[in-house]
T-cell receptor
Framework: GESVGLHLPTLSVQEGDNSIINCAYS??????FIWYKQESGKGPQFIIDIRSNMDKRQGQRVTVLLNKTVKHLSLQIAATQPGDSAVYFCAEGSGGKLIFGQGTELSVKP | DSGVTQTPKHLITATGQRVTLRCSPRSGDLSVYWYQQSLDQGLQFLIQYYNGEERAKGNILERFSAQQFPDLHSELNLSSLELGDSALYFC??????????????FGDGTRLSIL
């Protein structure tokens, strides 16, 4: 069945370094992917999305890469800051609903 | 601030009871989605409404129901509550259900605790 999974449950990085959060998906027909950031006590916050006709999309300090050949998605955060500490979810858009992965907790060390 | 408003923020009740969670979507958004987040299941899609009509259904129990009103706010009704229903319930909204996949914007959720 459909599933979206993350390779690493936790990631610890030094402030100022770049972070890379990975995600694998299983449905090769998926055409929409999205990243969310969830801080404690808050709802998921939209970061960036990408459609399957693109390989890369950049936002402010964030880049999403999509590799359809291996069904892999990644989120790169440049110059990671303490405020980036949160749980990051990838999700696959399927018929209007989102199928979420389990999440990766990003911890930024000062 | 996503613009999606959920009330109440916290709800504590007992098994067997019934509760109603409320959601106001972002201004201009016609689609409303409900999700459940629990420690063992992660974020699970429950149901979607678009302009007052049910559009998609996910892993929603028969004890749960939802509706979207003419002013586009939505309510999620949970009845015959069980201990396992304790979770965070999120509402999200998007502009349209007819333009394919698009970003959904989430509220800060209602934390439901069943005693």
């Amino acid at each position: 069945g459909e599933s979206v999974g993350l390779h690493l449950p936790t990631l610890s990085v030094q402030e100022g370094d770049n972070s890379i959060i990975n995600c694998a998906y299983s449905n090769s027909a998926s055409d929409y992917f999205i990243w969310y950031k969830q801080e404690s006590g808050k709802g998921p916050q939209f970061i960036i999305d990408i459609r399957s006709n693109m390989d890369k999309r950049q936002g402010q300090r964030v880049t999403v890469l999509l590799n359809k050949t291996v069904k892999h998605l990644s989120l790169q955060i440049a110059a990671t800051q303490p405020g980036d500490s949160a749980v990051y979810f990838c999700a696959e858009g399927s018929g209007g609903k989102l199928i979420f992965g389990q999440g990766t907790e990003l911890s930024v060390k000062p | 601030d996503s613009g999606v408003t959920q009330t109440p923020k916290h709800l504590i009740t007992a098994t067997g009871q019934r509760v109603t969670l409320r959601c106001s979507p972002r201004s201009g958004d016609l689609s409303v989605y409900w999700y459940q987040q629990s420690l063992d299941q992660g974020l699970q899609f429950l149901i979607q409404y678009y302009n007052g009509e049910e559009r998609a259904k996910g892993n929603i129990l028969e004890r749960f129901s939802a509706q979207q009103f003419p002013d586009l706010h939505s309510e999620l009704n949970l009845s015959s509550l069980e201990l396992g229903d304790s979770a965070l319930y999120f509402c999200a909204s998007s502009v349209s259900a007819d333009r394919g996949n698009q970003p959904q914007h989430f509220g800060d959720g209602t934390r439901l605790s069943i005693l």
